[in-house]
Each structure stands twice: as structure tokens, then as C-alpha cells.
């Protein structure tokens, strides 16, 4: 963390301070002896428990200066004193540590939802000092959205979740331009038709929302999101990614999708049977990174060229056909996404691996947002049948999930700031050949935010869970995976394994990548590929994890954990076997006892499970998986067993 963010944490303090004391003293006025002239009639923007209390030019001048409201942290106040630009660098900074290096911020709007009323000259001051204030902590400010009245409001969703399909019609038809000023009101008419869309008046003040991100100098600094690609085959999946990263549209005959596919077979055939990973970057102004927007056409197609972000979405494609779901489960599990960007044909609806694909994004509580592609090609009744069918599933009892449709830029930022929740489920329409909708949802990945930056701690020993191993010519092993603890560094000694006898294994790490870039270290949180000495690749395999010598790590058989069978079409008992995922272990477990007899659809257990191959490396508290075709079970692992467990100084000592 850079000084500017360490000392956000005092200047904000020290402003709290200020107006606790003013707040006391505007609670406890001077006695009415001191000869202070009456005051004028209650204020009615003037909230306060006893409006007769007299308030002396004193008091007014601290509440000012504590700038209780932050109208004085922008502006100079008339008859008052300029703005209050310390606080306003407090207040800028703080928000940016607490985003982890970027922040959106409304201007114009108090923290009770009253109006600053900033006229044309104050709100260019307001952006003015916010640029100022940003760069003193090296960061950048853009301007989202600039509207001219005060309640930021959602498009009409109604329309789109209307059981009523007679009166029903197309949301697309509700929509106003991007570039019009008008805002759609959402209200409550019998008429569908009519479609009663009420704008709102424009006022002759501004508000706008900006996005502060810091400028990162180096590449081990980049903030990252990890974003799981799932859907029924055929949805568009990679075609998406295609266009989003290349920044090119589709031709509608796989043009996009090419340069994305690793195996010959997946050419051919148009699909995913591997998982792949794909890379979108934003400058710290809020745009995508491409080759044509940092060199120019030119000396794009000339040649590969190094690019440098401020911010990364690391895109994870995963496989939507029904024989490759062991693939997809270790995707989710191993690869530990952020969100799930769930994919669906408009044309073809929620068909195949749909449902499955959520519920396991449900059953690992990934928030997930949802891209309906191939709008263009959909006739408008199958696109509302498709919509309305979604809706239905998103509102069970199973889900239990708010749709929100995505229409405007005023919905993108409602619903960005409100993703954490879980329950909020945006819905985006886009179309890879005409490029509708992908501003929306290419704005919606620049603002979002991570929610599990808390599960990493950069302070604890180091944890690596190696998702993927290579042997690269002239380098040698190369793991690829996310470091879950700690920080590595480059000639770091840790300690690999477990093998096939439990055991772990001494190793350096060589050379670090992030993002296709060297890196002289990577942190908790982030994705990194490790060149590694003394080890082969045919020693490797997923699943496996790379710690320090100082951890306690051990490998088991046996683990206990806690389980809720989701799906099952008889009974389960002991010596039941299926394919178990915890995090980047995927392997085959039986069941060796539990606490109660038989198991059915719906019942919770401590269930003991053995694994059938090799001895893993476990956590208490880590969430598992499994499944046996159609069976489905979640669970907890709550207790680690003592048989066949072996410490990394005995694995040092050999």
C-alpha cells in the first residue's frame, strides 16, 4: 500500500473527530445570557431534534468547517470558507484503499440522498478538485455517467419479467438511446403497451458518477477479477470472449472464436473441451485495452505487442457440453472465480447444461450474472419466450435471485454497486455480429468490484493450488494456478506435493509470470505461472499445491465434512463412490461412514470420505463437491483424519 493510502485511515479519522465535536456542540448551544441576538425561523433543510434551540455564528462556522455536509469538500460555500480540499483527499483516498486500488463515486448527492444543487461552475469545480485530489495518490478520474437530475434510476424491468405474455412486449422496445439524456422512470400501469416509460424532468443543476483507479506502475500491482465462463454448448461462449478480448465482432461463422481454442478437435467441431483463459484490460481512465488503442492499426498488425493494464478480468472458458462437466466442475472449483457469467442462446433458450451450470454456481455461491446472446438472430417471440422462462427459474424457490435487466448505464452502476448481495442477478442482451449490448456489459466488467479479496492474506504462509502444468522448451516446468496465501518471490524455496505417497517435495522457483508478463513477485489473490527446478512435469499433476517450509502441510486419505445431498434418485450409504472436488482436488472418494444410516435427496450428515488413489492436501473449511451422474452433493470439510499423513520436514529430510 502506497503512503497516500496509508495515511487516508488518520486524515479520515482525524474528520470524524471534527464532526463528533461539532455534532456535540450543536447539541449543547451557548445559554441564551451570552447576548446572542435571536435566531431567524427554523431552517426547513434544518434537521434537528429541538428547532428552537439558538444556534450563534460560532457553532455554524465549526459545523462548516467539519464539512458535515460534503457539498463543502467540493465547493467553496457562498459567505463561507473554500472548499475543504484536505478532506477531500482524505475522503478520495479512503475510498480508494477500501476498493483496493479504484472506486466510483457520486457527485452531486449527499449521503442521505439530498441534492448538493451544483450549478454548471460548481460542478466543474466539484470534478476539478476530484481530479486534483486523485492525482495527489496517482489516480485517474472518469466520468461514467453526467446527468442533469438527482435520483438515479433503473430502466423498466417490469416488462421483462410481465407474466402476462397477451400484453407483454419486447424490452428491447422500451429503451432509449445510449447517447439521449432522458432517463426511464419505473412505474406501476395496467397498460403494457403503452409501455409507461415517464421521464424525468431535467433541473439546472449536475450530478455525474465518476470511477477513480489508481495508475499502477507495476505489473505485480494490477488488481484482478476472475470470471467463469459457463452455458449450454453452442450459447456463444467462446464466440464472446472472442469478440470482448480482440475487440473485434463475430462474422457469424466462428470468426471471433479462433483464435481461442488450443486443440485441433476444438476448431473443427466449434467446441470447448479444455479450460481456457483469456485476458481483458482497462486503462485507469476506464478504457479497454487493445493493440489498435496503444499502437495504432499499423503496428497492431504487425506483430504481437506488450501491452499494460490498470486493471485485469481474467476470463476462465469453460466447456458446455455434458461429457466434459468433470472439466467445468474443476474449473469452477480449482480456478476460485469471482463471478460466473452464465451464457444463454436467446434463440435456443434454457436447454442441456443451463440448469446444471447454475445450480453448481448456486451450490458454490459465486454470484453470477447472465449474457442472453444471439438477440439478432432471434425472432422477438422466442427472445420473450426465452426471457420469461429465465425469469421464472431465477425467481424459485431454488434461486431465489432478483433479475435485473441491464438497459441503460444508470442500471450497470445500480446494479455493479449492488452485486456483492448475492441475490441480484443482472441480465445483459447482447449480439457478438451487430455488437448491441456489449457497451453495457463491457462498462459493467470495468466498474465491477471483487467481494473475496478478504479470503486472501498476503501475511500467512504460502499456499499455491496448481491448477494446470506444462513443460515449455528452453524453461522447463511451468505450473499455473492462484496463490490462495502469502507472497513468492523470485528463488523462493517451497515445497510441492503431495505425491503419490503423501510426500512433498523441495523446489525453487526459477522465473514468475502474471498476465503474460515477468513479475519479480505475485500476492494472494492474484493468478501466476512458476517456473520451477528439480521437479518434472511427469512428478505433477492438478491438484496439487506449493507451500512454504514453514506451513504444516499434510496430505490424508481420509477427511471428515459435512454434506447436503442435493440430487439423489434412491439412497446413498457407506461404500458409495463418486468424483469429489475440493478447490483444485479432483479425485475419486468413497464413503467410509457417516452418522446416520441411508442418505436421500435433501438430508444433511458428517459423512467420512477416503480417497480411492492419492493422499491430498485439505483445509478445514474448504467447500467440496461431489458427484456420480446425476447425484449432486455440497458440502464442508470439518475434520481432517490422522491416517497417512506426512510432514513437510520429513519430506525435506528425504
Known amino acids: 500500500m502506497s503512503s497516500p493510502f496509508a495515511s487516508a485511515a488518520a486524515a479520515a479519522s482525524a474528520i470524524a473527530q471534527r464532526l463528533t465535536a461539532a455534532s456535540a456542540a450543536a447539541d449543547n448551544p451557548p445559554s441564551p445570557a451570552a447576548g446572542l441576538p435571536e435566531p431567524p425561523g427554523p431552517d426547513p ?96 478520474v472518469s466520468v461514467l455517467m453526467e446527468r442533469r437530475y438527482p435520483v438515479l434510476q433503473m430502466s423498466n424491468n417490469w416488462l421483462a419479467s410481465s407474466s402476462d405474455s397477451s400484453e407483454n412486449v419486447s424490452p428491447d422496445t422500451t429503451v432509449p438511446p445510449q447517447d439521449s439524456k432522458a432517463n426511464i422512470q419505473v412505474g406501476k400501469s395496467t397498460d403494457a403497451k403503452s409501455a409507461y416509460v415517464a421521464q424525468q424532468e431535467e433541473t439546472p443543476y449536475y450530478y455525474c458518477h465518476v470511477l477513480i483507479r489508481k495508475r499502477h506502475g507495476q505489473v505485480e500491482d494490477v488488481p484482478e477479477l476472475r470470471v467463469a465462463v459457463v452455458g449450454n454448448v453452442d450459447a456463444g461462449k467462446s464466440t464472446l470472449l472472442g469478440v470482448l478480448t480482440k475487440n473485434v465482432l463475430d462474422d457469424g461463422r466462428g470468426k471471433a472464436r479462433v483464435n481461442l481454442f488450443k486443440h485441433k478437435h476444438e476448431i473443427e467441431t466449434g467446441r470447448t473441451s479444455s479450460v481456457g483463459l483469456e485476458i481483458m484490460g482497462f486503462t485507469s481512465t476506464g478504457g479497454v485495452v487493445t493493440p489498435e488503442s496503444v499502437y495504432g492499426a499499423t503496428a497492431a498488425a504487425a506483430g504481437k505487442q506488450k501491452l499494460t493494464w490498470d486493471d485485469v478480468i481474467s476470463f476462465i472458458d469453460l466447456a458446455g457440453h455434458e461429457k466434459y462437466l468433470k472439466t467445468t466442475v474443476f474449473g469452477m472449483t480449482g480456478c476460485s472465480p469471482d463471478f460466473v457469467m452464465l451464457m444463454i442462446g436467446a434463440n435456443a433458450g434454457i436447454i442441456g447444461m443451463t440448469k446444471e451450470h447454475l445450480g453448481l454456481a448456486l451450490a458454490l455461491n459465486v454470484p453470477v450474472y447472465i449474457c442472453i446472446t444471439k438477440i439478432d438472430m432471434c425472432p422477438p417471440n422466442v427472445l420473450e419466450s426465452t426471457i420469461k422462462q429465465l425469469t421464472k427459474i431465477l425467481k424459485s424457490s431454488g434461486c431465489r435471485k432478483i433479475p435485473m435487466f441491464i438497459n441503460t448505464v444508470g442500471d450497470v452502476l445500480v446494479t455493479a454497486g449492488n452485486f456483492v448481495s448475492e441475490r441480484i442477478c443482472p441480465i445483459f442482451q447482447v449480439s457478438n455480429i451487430t455488437g448491441q449490448g456489449l457497451d453495457l456489459l463491457k462498462l459493467f466488467l470495468n466498474v465491477l468490484r471483487s467481494n473475496s479479496l478478504g479470503n486472501y492474506n498476503p501475511s500467512a504462509p504460502v499456499e499455491y493450488q496448481i491448477t494446470d502444468t506444462f513443460s515449455v522448451p528452453g524453461v522447463g516446468t511451468v505450473v499455473n494456478g492462484t496463490l490462495v496465501n502469502g507472497i513468492v518471490h523470485v528463488g523462493d524455496s517451497l515445497l510441492i506435493g503431495p505425491d503419490s505417497t503423501g510426500h512433498f517435495t523441495p523446489t525453487i522457483v526459477k522465473s514468475i509470470q502474471r498476465k503474460r508478463v515477468s513479475v519479480p513477485l505475485a500476492s494472494a489473490g492474484q493468478s501466476a505461472s512458476f517456473a520451477l527446478k528439480k521437479v518434472k512435469r511427469a512428478n505433477l499433476r492438478k491438484g496439487m499445491v506449493m507451500v512454504s517450509r514453514a506451513a504444516d502441510a499434510r496430505a490424508y486419505f481420509e477427511f471428515e465434512a459435512e454434506v447436503l445431498v442435493l440430487y439423489h434418485s434412491t439412497t446413498i450409504s457407506t461404500k458409495y463412490q463418486a468424483m469429489l472436488h475440493c478447490g483444485g482436488v479432483r479425485q475419486t472418494a468413497k464413503i467410509v461412514g457417516m452418522d446416520r444410516g441411508v442418505l436421500r435427496t435433501g438430508d444433511r450428515a458428517l459423512v467420512q470420505f477416503r480417497f480411492m488413489r492419492n493422499p491430498e492436501f485439505l483445509k478445514v473449511g474448504g467447500r467440496l463437491l461431489f458427484r456420480e451422474g446425476r447425484t449432486k452433493g455440497v458440502g464442508k470439510v470439518v475434520r481432517l483424519g490422522p491416517k497417512t499423513s506426512v510432514a513437510p520436514d520429513e519430506a525435506g529430510a528425504k
Not at 434551540?53 to 455554524?60: L, M, Q, T
Not at 459567505?79 to 484503499?97: C, I, K, N, T
Not at 479504484?102 to 460548481?122: C, H
Open 45 to 140: 433543510d434544518w434537521h434537528h431534534d429541538d428547532d428552537d434551540e439558538a444556534i450563534d455564528d460560532a457553532i455554524v462556522n465549526a459545523l462548516q468547517s467539519a464539512s458535515l455536509t460534503r457539498k463543502g469538500l467540493y465547493v467553496a460555500q457562498p459567505h463561507g470558507p473554500v472548499a475543504d480540499f484536505s478532506g477531500l483527499s482524505a475522503l478520495v483516498a479512503a475510498r480508494v484503499a477500501e476498493g483496493h486500488g479504484e472506486a466510483v463515486l457520486e457527485i452531486g448527492v449527499e449521503d442521505d440522498g439530498s441534492t448538493m444543487l451544483f450549478t454548471e461552475p460548481q460542478y466543474k469545480e466539484a470534478i476539478a478538485n476530484v481530479r486534483k485530489a486523485a492525482d495527489a495518490i496517482n489516480c485517474d
